[in-house]
């Protein structure tokens, strides 16, 4: 019996890597006095690696050979990631980051009928509290049992232990559990945590390997604005992801 919906954050909750993270890593970088300069499409090849702090060791390990770290790197990586939360948390306060389609109106859904929400996401916490008190409503972030985020797991997706650690605070079995995902690091991550999983497309992930995916959608739709799936068992199916649909898939 299906008792709990487990969300990730960026790019599933909403578009937050494109115009958020990364613009709010290039300020960052600027204050530190770096030359170091994301544009949309390095951003895309260096979200392969998940976790702000890993993904700017993997830019320095494989796109600046020219860089001498200084001897403090991690330090200093860790206080770049910190003046990065600040920019970022600082957008989302200015209300920058809408949710994608059908995401509040599934969450309310979900909530009217009793069922459980939680988060599962490699992004710093404060992100995502942040997130959903400006795009969600000022409550958004009680609307959830659990928020299982960033380092409180070291192995970051694509593991499965963020999406393990939230069902273990919840005493939830992954048979009683949907995931909803956006990219291929995601899907791996709660698939190896043998949850069913949704996933919902976005522009960094539409060429990934969404195999095993319950359903690959556009997005969770609207009425006014229904999804189109893309999965192979589904192709060209439209309509909107509402509690009675996810009921159908699993069944
Ligand atoms: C999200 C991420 C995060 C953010 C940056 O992955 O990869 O690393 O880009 O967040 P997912 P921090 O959607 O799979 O959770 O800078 O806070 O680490
Ligand atoms: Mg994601």
Redesign the pocket.
């Known amino acids: 019996m299906l008792k709990a919906l487990l969300f ?5 909750l909403a578009d937050t ?1 494109r115009d958020g ?1 990364r613009p709010a890593f290039n300020l960052a970088f600027k204050e530190f006095g770096l030359d170091w300069d994301w544009d949309v499409a390095l951003y895309g090849q260096l ?1 392969a690696v ?4 890993e ?1 700017m060791k993997y830019y320095v390990e494989n796109f600046r050979p020219d860089y001498v770290k200084p001897a403090d790197f991690d330090a200093m990586v860790a206080a770049l ?1 910190k003046a ?2 600040a920019h970022y948390t600082r957008m989302l306060g200015q209300g920058g980051i809408p949710l994608r389609p059908g995401v509040k109106r599934l969450l309310m859904e979900a909530r009217e009928q009793g069922l459980i929400l939680g988060v599962a ?4 916490p404060e ?1 995502v509290i942040e997130l959903l008190r400006h795009s969600l409503a000022p409550d958004g972030p009680d609307w959830f049992q659990v928020i299982a985020a ?1 380092d409180i797991v070291p192995a970051k ?1 694509p593991a499965p232990d963020i999406y393990v650690w939230a069902m273990q605070q919840l005493g939830l079995a992954p048979d009683e559990c949907i995931a909803f995902e ?2 291929e ?2 899907i791996r991550s709660s698939l190896g945590a043998n949850l069913r999983t949704v996933v919902t497309i976005n522009d960094y992930t539409r060429e990934h390997d969404f195999s095993g995916a319950l359903a690959v959608l556009t997005d969770l739709g609207e009425p006014d604005q229904p999804y189109q799936r893309l999965d192979a068992s589904g192709k060209g199916e439209r309509g909107v992801v509402d509690m009675a649909r996810v009921q159908a898939w699993l069944a």
């Open positions: 990730d954050v960026d790019g599933t890597e993270h979200l998940t976790g702000g702090k993904r990631h990065k939360t996401t490699t992004t710093t992100n960033g997706k956006d990219s690091n995601g």
